[in-house]
């Protein structure tokens, strides 16, 4: 795969080890937005401490669900965010990249938690997200902040997401194995 020459909609932001914020050490972000405004994604590997039943305590129609709930990003860490995987179009969801669509509208979330087969296979929740301003990600990518691939839902509903960083660095090439072994902290080198 080829990484730093573009990026947008349906890509990865994979952090480069040297990226010195701590909300994104070793982070996959799907980008679900990307324009001249600025960007907007979803961290695809930090658990939350929390229960999709301590979330929505009051929504009888998650009450059965039992997949985790992720932070999606340091931004309106109140705000929930879905993204579920479909070969079809999903009623009031945003198409991101390959069979990944995203979800802000809870009034479709009913329905949605009715076509799809396995919700716990096929939807992920995400508390809050990762925004950047205007010309503010293209800054970072000067800085090398972060690699980039194209987005594959295998990763994005992957069920090792502990792992998942290593994974997609793996994904890029030979060339960038050494990332993976690089030290948290570049001090520490």
């Given at each position: 795969?080829?990484?730093?020459?573009?990026?947008?909609?349906?890509?990865?932001?994979?952090?480069?080890?040297?990226?010195?914020?701590?909300?994104?050490?070793?982070?996959?972000?799907?980008?679900c937005?990307?324009?001249?405004?600025?960007?907007?994604?979803?961290?695809?590997?930090?658990?939350?401490?929390?229960?999709?039943?301590?979330?929505?305590?009051?929504?009888?129609?998650?009450?059965?669900y039992?997949?985790?709930?992720?932070?999606?990003?340091?931004?309106?860490?109140?705000?929930?965010?879905?993204?579920?995987q479909?070969?079809?179009?999903?009623?009031?969801?945003?198409?991101?990249?390959?069979?990944?669509?995203?979800?802000?509208?809870?009034?479709?979330?009913e329905?949605?938690?009715?076509?799809?087969?396995?919700?716990?296979?096929?939807?992920?929740?995400?508390?809050?997200?990762?925004?950047?301003?205007?010309?503010?990600?293209?800054?970072?990518?000067e800085?090398?902040?972060?690699?980039?691939?194209?987005?594959?839902?295998d990763f994005?509903f992957?069920?090792?997401?502990?792992?998942?960083?290593?994974?997609?660095v793996?994904?890029?090439?030979?060339?960038?194995?050494?990332?993976?072994?690089?030290p948290?902290?570049?001090?520490?080198?």
């Amino acid at each position: 795969m080829d990484q730093n020459q573009e990026y947008g909609k349906g890509y990865f932001l994979i952090a480069n080890p040297i990226l010195p914020d701590p909300n994104f050490s070793r982070t996959v972000v799907l980008l679900c937005n990307h324009n001249e405004e600025g960007s907007f994604g979803l961290v695809m590997n930090r658990s939350a401490d929390l229960s999709i039943s301590e979330v929505f305590a009051n929504y009888e129609e998650l009450k059965a669900y039992k997949g985790k709930v992720f932070v999606g990003g340091p931004v309106s860490q109140g705000q929930v965010f879905y993204l579920c995987q479909s070969k079809e179009p999903l009623p009031g969801m945003e198409w991101v990249c390959e069979d990944i669509y995203l979800g802000m509208n809870w009034e479709a979330l009913e329905e949605i938690l009715g076509i799809l087969n396995e919700p716990e296979k096929y939807m992920r929740f995400y508390l809050g997200y990762s925004g950047w301003g205007s010309g503010q990600l293209a800054n970072e990518m000067e800085h090398r902040s972060w690699l980039t691939c194209l987005a594959s839902n295998d990763f994005v509903f992957s069920d090792s997401t502990d792992q998942l960083w290593a994974r997609v660095v793996r994904s890029m090439g030979s060339e960038y194995e050494y990332l993976v072994n690089a030290p948290k902290n570049p001090q520490w080198n």
